[in-house]
């Protein structure tokens, strides 16, 4: 059972029937995102009046375990006296504090910079409760720093895109992190304050609860999609330097780095690309770009562009969705399914049997039967990146029932 405080005191709580509210609150997590929550509450509320914008906490409690902790940022006022609240999970503090340029290095690995950029947002922010501890990092599946500078190839100036001039902390963050890299920023919260894992895939736990055909799966279907499908990578790395022959006339030039003249590929040339000649030869040529920013020799971003597709095979990806009961609301002695944690999906009729890891959540928190996920595969290392999760997250959700979670293949 979900329940509310704002400021320790309950405004929601089901069992309750003066802190129930009309319409359930909704919870929203999604991977590598600020979490959200919306709620409305009314005159005959205890709590009406008391929600104050940017000051008041509002904690989240799975059967007395704490969830999560919002603020609220704006608030709708209604016809009827409602006011309809929209908050955001305290991580989002980060977004209010400007990073300074040359806070750090551009020679840190991307674990480094993780530290520097928390140490440096916790320096500007005088909330202890809004500050930021870090948790475990997955310093093992990491990259190193950037290689060294070749004389003439790479502008000695750093990149402003990694630098972060003028940005918030928590675009700075994803920028070094899971944008380049990969993994996941995982936020945990206690009495203590907030505290943030970097992990990738193979560290992440696994939930105690499975679902099962006959048992708490409802329903299931399966779409497959081409529309993120690629054949061919083209990598890029760092920008060149001023001073090498890629030079344009009058000014710096901004170019990246390509594998054109990588002379450790098994077949000399200067072809910039790495083809996946299954995925041609089906579907032809379709091209697709990586970036690693970090990387500042040709040799080396071949390296790492090869290592990114081995193993990978282009395939149209299948999308399972499905409906799933909380039994926990029904009196059961039923585990919990917890956001950015394994769960094991069994459903023989459908041939599907494996785990998936849960990347996105909606929790009514008024109705258990109603929890929706988006789930995709775990990955082996932070470099394997998949971004056709977060564009299907944007536009697959509108038609879905409140009832409804995805798994993504």
């Known amino acids: 059972m979900y329940t509310m405080t ?6 929601f709580d089901p069992r309750l029937e003066e802190y129930s509210l009309e319409a359930t609150p909704v919870l ?9 929550l919306e709620f409305a509450i009314w005159p005959n509320n205890p709590r009406y009046g008391e929600i104050l914008l940017r000051q008041s906490v509002i904690d989240v409690y799975d059967e007395g375990e704490l969830m999560i902790r919002m603020r609220a940022i704006r608030v709708k006022r209604t016809m009827d006296g409602g006011k309809e609240y929209e908050c955001e999970e305290l991580l989002g503090a980060m977004n209010d504090t400007i990073h300074r340029p040359n806070a750090f290095g551009d020679n840190q690995s991307a674990a480094q910079r993780f530290l520097e950029i928390l140490g440096d947002y916790n320096a500007r922010q005088p909330n202890p409760l809004l500050r930021v501890t870090a948790g475990t990092v997955d310093y093992s599946d990491m990259q190193a720093g950037p290689a060294a500078q070749a004389p003439d190839e790479i502008d000695p100036a750093e990149n402003y895109a990694v630098r972060g001039f003028g940005k918030s902390h928590w675009a700075l963050l994803k920028d070094n992190t899971v944008d380049r890299l990969g993994g996941y920023l995982i936020p945990h919260y206690s009495a203590a304050g907030i505290t943030l894992d970097y992990l990738s895939e193979p560290h992440i736990g696994t939930c105690e609860e499975t679902i099962e055909f006959g048992k708490n799966l409802a329903e299931l279907f399966v779409t497959s999609d081409a529309g993120a499908l690629w054949t061919r990578l083209i990598p890029l790395g760092a920008d060149r330097g001023t001073s090498s022959p890629y030079r344009r006339a009058g000014g710096a030039n901004k170019e990246p780095l390509d594998i054109s003249g990588a002379t ?6 200067q072809q910039d690309y790495i083809d996946d000649a299954a995925g041609v030869a089906l579907y032809g040529v379709i091209e697709h770009t990586e970036r690693w920013e970090e990387i500042k020799t ?14 990978r095979s282009a395939a149209a990806a299948d999308t399972v969705t499905l409906t799933w009961y909380d039994l926990r609301g029904a009196g059961a002695d039923a585990g919990k399914i917890h956001f950015m944690q394994r769960v094991f999906v069994k ?3 459908h041939g599907i049997s494996r785990y998936y890891l849960v990347k996105k959540e909606r929790l009514p928190l008024g109705e258990p039967e109603g929890l929706e996920f988006t789930c995709g595969d775990p990955k082996e290392t932070l470099t ?3 971004k056709r999760s977060e564009s299907r997250a944007k536009n697959g959700y509108e038609d ?8 993504e293949e």
């Open 298 to 311: 040709a040799n080396e971003l071949y390296t790492r562009a090869a290592g990114f597709m081995e193993g």
């Open 400 to 407: 879905l029932d409140d009832r409804v979670f995805l798994l």
């Open 347 to 349: 459903s023989e009729p």
């Open 264 to 269: 450790n590929k098994p077949v000399p040339g």
């Open 28 to 36: 929203e997590r999604e991977e590598n995102r600020i979490a959200t």
């Open 6 to 11: 704002v400021d320790g005191k309950p405004p």
């Open 384 to 386: 394997d990146i998949t």
